[in-house]
């Protein structure tokens, strides 16, 4: 049973930092990805990491903004978030892609399993 847990949302001021953690219960070459949901919009990938083949991805909105990462210790992925806007308001979401992988790394239907969310907001 694979368990995806975020945490590290909260409130910021445009502008401001927040670094989100996702404590997954997969092998260190599980592929991950972080996606975002505001309200009344569709859920959309913003970062994807895929250990076995060292490669990041990220989302136009988010690029040069945000990093995605692990700690293969701790089985951790984190999304750190600078320069933070108000259009980044959004429940963000933790998710995993097993073995075999297939379609885009910041695709929804790509991954198998989710996290609960954690919020996200930024004030101007």
Same mark, same amino acid.
């Given at each position: 049973q694979v368990q995806l847990v975020e945490s590290g949302g909260g409130s910021v001021?445009? !502008?401001?930092?927040?670094?989100?953690?996702?404590?997954?219960?997969?092998?260190? @070459?599980t592929r $991950?990805?972080?996606?975002?949901?505001?309200?009344g919009k569709e859920r959309e990938g913003i970062a994807a990491i895929d250990p076995s083949v060292g490669r990041t991805?990220?989302?136009?909105?988010?690029? !040069?903004?945000?990093?995605?990462?692990?700690d293969n210790a701790k089985r951790t992925v @984190?999304?750190? $978030?600078?320069?933070?806007k108000p259009e980044d308001t959004a429940m963000y979401y933790c998710a995993a892609d097993v073995p075999p992988y297939g379609g885009s790394p910041l695709g929804l239907a790509s991954y198998d399993y989710w996290g609960q969310?954690?919020?996200?907001t930024v004030s101007s």
């Open positions: 001021q445009a !502008g401001g930092s927040l670094r989100l953690s996702c404590a997954a219960s997969v092998n260190r @070459y $991950m990805g972080w996606f975002r949901q505001a309200p991805s990220y989302g136009d909105s988010v690029k !040069g903004r945000f990093t995605i990462s692990q @984190y999304l750190q $978030m600078n320069s933070l969310g954690t919020q996200v």
